[in-house]
């Protein structure tokens, strides 16, 4: 298995321990690579749930022009909802592993088609 793989092995495990759901393993992968580089850069491969400009990070450039989501309050409210399920004491928040849990909340897989 190549780095890639291993990553994405996490990342479910993460689904599965830490946010209590089953992930599809083939939307994961497609998140995972749509993340690109990111995801073997320490610091862009997680998500600072705290940090106001992380937050609008994740909406600008995933929410709005990946998943073609209108801006809104409904987009923070999700964000909110996902860093919850993750654990806000949950230090690492893989990016990939919320963007993939975001994609889920709106019902964008075909996105990823």
Aim: with cysteine; proline share 4%.
């Amino acid at each position: 298995m190549g780095k890639r793989d291993d990553l994405i092995a996490q990342y479910a495990d993460d689904l599965r321990n830490k946010c209590g759901m089953q992930p599809d393993i083939d939307l994961l992968t497609k998140v995972t690579i749509g993340c690109g580089p990111a995801i073997y850069n320490a610091d862009a491969s997680t998500v600072a749930g705290s940090q106001p400009d992380e937050i609008e990070t994740v909406k600008n450039n995933f929410l709005i022009k990946k998943l073609g989501l209108a801006d809104g309050p409904q987009l923070d409210d999700a964000i909110a909802q996902v860093i919850e399920v993750y654990g806000k004491s949950e230090r690492n928040k893989y990016r990939a592993v919320v963007y993939y849990m975001l994609t889920k909340h709106f019902g964008k897989e075909a996105v990823y088609g």
